[in-house]
């Protein structure tokens, strides 16, 4: 690999991890429009072990979080750890990262994602006509029991 590929290669992956520190951010953060940007187009979402994809559509799954996640409602906390990334070709590439994530209802009352297991996101990115890389699938996966709303 030359140094100007290797350099390439390096600038993919920080700029996936900006993707996905942006993505972190504006879920807990509520900035719908932000956090769309994070997503291709025909992105899909697939939970723990779902055949077919629960959302499909970076519109539709931006809604789905929306009503998960409503303004005034429930306050997350996400955190991405541990990146692997690898970088497939010159437009795409695949990531695994740890999450940490809690969440306190509107009612007060505090839940983490995992609920006692370890989580990853399982991810394909896509960089698109405009340079940028957008998540273009997703599959979170827990070795404990999922939360109602990923099962």
Known sequence: MSTE???RRLTDIEEIKQLK????????????????????????FFGNEDVKPMVVGGDEYVAWAARLYPVGGARTMHHGHN??????SERTATGIWSLGSRTLGADGKEETLSRGGATFYYEEYEKGSDGKWRIKQSRIRSSGPMPPMLK
């Open 5 to 7: 590929q290797m350099a």
């Open 21 to 44: 520190a942006r993505y972190f951010r504006n879920i807990d953060t509520k900035n719908w429009k932000g956090y769309r940007e994070c997503f291709a187009d025909d992105f899909k």
């Open 83 to 88: 990146p692997e990334i690898e970088v497939t």
